[in-house]
């Protein structure tokens, strides 16, 4: 069957953050929208998987939706968010993602965060022409400091997971 590339025309890559701490009421659990990204799946001729890649341009991260605040999201809550994350938490580097290894739905390979690479794996949905899965990342792992507000009442959880959902070409 051969590559495939994708991109946001295709579907979306989102992240996911969690909030926790003793003021974790006034701040959100975050939908994050990767506006910039490109990926390949490479199928061999049965159709099965054999090879994914995905490039992230952390610059183009936007933050879509805050859920379970104590007030609604502002667009001044947006641009702060987006401020930190730019200039505090991800300074612009890219995040991408080689594939090693496809055993059946499951998908090992190096991460790059924040300058940083480490293994990670997860399990890669292919139904109904389309490739679902999450992908959970532990910040500390790659160098990045979870967000901390409030003198350290509120924070994100080091736990954030990154979102897949696209249509496979036919």
Not at 8 to 17: A, H, L, R, S
Not at 31 to 41: D, F, K, L, M, N
Not at 51 to 75: Q, W
Request: glycine fraction near 12%; charged fraction near 25%.
């Amino acid at each position: 069957m051969g590559i495939s590339e994708l991109g946001p025309k295709d579907g979306t890559v989102e992240v996911k953050t969690y909030r926790e701490g003793i003021a974790q009421k006034v701040g959100h659990d975050l939908v994050i929208e990767v506006r910039e990204w490109s990926a390949t799946v490479d199928f061999d001729d049965g159709g099965s998987l054999t090879a994914v890649t995905l490039d992230v341009d952390s610059s183009s991260l936007y933050v879509r939706e805050g859920h379970n605040g104590l007030k609604p999201l502002s667009d001044k809550d947006r641009g702060e968010i987006k401020k930190n994350i730019d200039a505090k938490i991800l300074h612009g580097r890219p995040i991408t993602f080689r594939s090693t290894a496809v055993t059946g739905s499951t998908v090992a390979g190096d991460l790059t965060v924040n300058g940083s690479t480490r293994p990670a794996s997860f399990t890669l949905d292919l139904t109904a022409g389309r490739a679902c899965g999450t992908l959970p990342i532990v910040q500390t792992e790659f160098g990045v400091t979870p967000y901390k507000g409030l003198m350290g009442a509120l924070k994100v959880r080091d736990e954030v997971e990154v979102v897949l959902d696209v249509a496979l070409p036919g």
